[in-house]
């Protein structure tokens, strides 16, 4: 039974504006000014960067801001090479995890600065453990791409 | 604890690309046949419990009043459930909850979702967080790719055997599901297939992932007394359940042991008495959309110790005639319909410990797990069932 039935195109587009609050808007001000904010909790005394209202562990608020430094440590990366709607990153790109020197939770961001056009060439390149540096844009919006990417260090 | 419940009766749809029905009428085949199944009908029924993956997989909201009439529900209470991918196993526990509370005797439990009406991984990356991480995590393969790695590289795991294991386990399950008449994909492949197939997001190849599916499961669950009245002989009994959640930033906890799967299954095996899951439980359902995830899931769950997991599953531990069958269904990577997969994980152990399985019924099965996770990598849920009360 191979008969085709009908189907109906439809969509649903819907507009946002969401607040960051005061200490994302800090953080954010932060980059903008290529600074990176962690911020400590004094319970569990980890560094979490992006920086938070609140230690999702132990519940409480955090108080003290930290500078956070700008190379880190390569934890796991993915290459991805396929697309779906709205997808805000052109493909193919490579997201990360990075672990910031003197933070204790992996930051994700992109990893770049080589040609990602040939996988076999990339995986060449890219290795867990290495080291990595951030690449400002040089213009910045006071947004998480004012990052372009993390490249490694040779 | 509460009152014993048991799963008495399992429908489901045939899986797949099914644009012959509309979303409504797939709920329906697979809650006529639970019914058809069972010999009950809708009004024994004492409550509903309906759950999805988010609404936008087919842009309408709030599902469970969707399908109030597919599920025949109207005039009864009725709940939704949904914790993304594990919806399904969260399913079992919401019927579970209800009825060993001693509020209901007999409900209904449905799972669905229509995943090839939208697209899903964009679906799936709104479930991401907004402002820092969506940028950069993409759907599904992108998160599951990089926790993988964070699995062979603590163990330090050689490349090429955690690739011949992962290949070994596409081969196998897609083999499994021509047994299971309601398995969507249903393809024969080699392991130079999947070692040559085109890759997703590394170390993630195309026949290391799951399709996306059209489905729905629909399970009924019993008390003890719905059971005795009903004069049933073979039930699958829920001998332990377990959940577990973490933080909602990716990155912010560790991933390769990870411990929401650890924890989910210590819980439920602490409720079965169980001590040594590989020998003691003759099946498992892991929810497994990509082969190398389904290898640390063993490890998680202790089917096996932490790093062994590539060695035993070429070693046939976990294939159909090993030690602990894991995925005799053929299991996620071959059916994905999201909100129902769970679900059928549990639907499936139950089957096989009521001897109902069919052509991959492992024989003798008498104590099955059952798994579902979901979130960006954030929660896991078990189910345990047994023949036995
Ligand atoms: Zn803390």
């Keep these: 039974m191979n008969k085709e039935f009908k189907t109906i195109k439809t969509e649903i587009r819907l507009p946002y504006e969401l607040a960051y609050g005061a200490t994302w808007t800090r953080f954010f001000e932060g980059m903008s000014n290529q600074i990176l904010y962690g911020s400590k909790c004094e319970k569990c005394n980890r560094v979490l960067v992006p920086a938070r209202t609140f230690c999702p562990r132990c519940f409480i608020d955090t108080k003290e801001w930290v500078e956070v430094p700008q190379q880190g440590t390569l934890t796991a990366w993915s290459y991805v090479n396929y697309r779906y709607f709205g997808q805000p990153t052109t493909p193919p790109f490579i997201g990360a995890l990075i672990r910031l020197d003197g933070t204790d939770v992996d930051f994700v961001h992109l990893l770049g600065g080589f040609d990602l056009s040939d996988f076999e060439k990339v995986r060449k390149i890219v290795k867990n453990g290495m080291r990595v540096e951030a690449v400002w844009a040089n213009e910045r919006k006071a947004h998480i791409m004012d990052i372009r990417y993390f490249k490694p260090l040779a | ?389």
């Design chain 2, 1 to 389: 604890m509460g009152k014993a419940v048991a799963i008495i009766g399992v429908g489901q749809t045939n899986h797949g690309r099914r644009m012959d029905v509309s979303y409504p009428d797939l709920v329906r085949e697979a809650v006529l046949r639970v019914y058809e199944e069972t010999g009950l009908s809708p009004n024994d029924v004492d409550g509903v419990v309906s759950g999805t993956m988010p609404s936008m997989m087919e842009g309408v909201a709030l599902t469970h009043f969707y399908f109030a009439d597919a599920m025949a529900s109207a005039g009864k209470p009725i709940l939704k459930t949904e914790t993304c991918g594990s919806t399904g196993v969260s399913l079992a526990h919401t019927a579970y909850y209800w009825i060993s509370s001693g509020m209901a005797d007999l409900v209904l439990a449905v799972g669905h979702e229509k995943m090839t009406e939208g697209d899903s991984q964009a679906t799936m990356t709104t479930v991401v967080e907004p402002w820092y991480q969506r940028y950069f995590i993409a759907g599904a393969p992108g998160v599951f790719s990089m926790q993988s790695q964070m699995w062979s590289v603590r163990y330090g795991l050689d490349e090429k055997k955690v690739r011949d294991a992962a290949a070994y386990i596409s081969v196998t399950h897609h083999d499994s599901a021509f047994d299971n008449p309601y398995a969507h994909v249903k393809i024969r492949v080699t392991a130079e297939d999947v070692k040559n197939a085109r890759v997703i997001t590394y170390p993630v190849r195309l026949l290391d992932v799951c399709p996306n599916s059209d489905g729905a499961c629909a399970v009924i669950f019993a008390s003890e007394e719905m059971v005795k009245k009903l004069g049933l002989k073979k039930v699958a009994w829920v001998k332990g359940l377990g959940y577990r959640g973490e933080e909602y930033f990716f990155g912010d906890s560790d991933k390769a042991v990870w411990q929401s799967a650890v924890q989910a299954a210590k819980q439920a095996y602490d409720m079965a008495g169980i001590k040594d899951p590989r020998k003691e439980l003759d099946v498992a359902e892991v929810y497994n959309p990509f082969t190398f995830q389904e290898m640390l899931f063993y490890e998680c769950f202790g089917f096996c110790g932490l790093g062994e997991a590539p060695d035993l599953v070429l070693q046939g531990t976990f294939g159909r005639k090993g030690e602990l069958p894991c995925d005799p269904s053929g299991g996620t990577l071959c059916t994905n319909p999201i909100g129902a997969t769970g679900l059928i994980r549990t639907a499936e152990a139950a089957l096989q410990v009521m001897e109902k399985a069919g052509d991959h019924q492992i024989p003798g099965a008498k104590l099955a797990f059952s798994h579902a996770m979901g979130g960006v990598d954030q929660f896991n849920g078990v189910m345990i069932v047994g023949s036995e009360r």
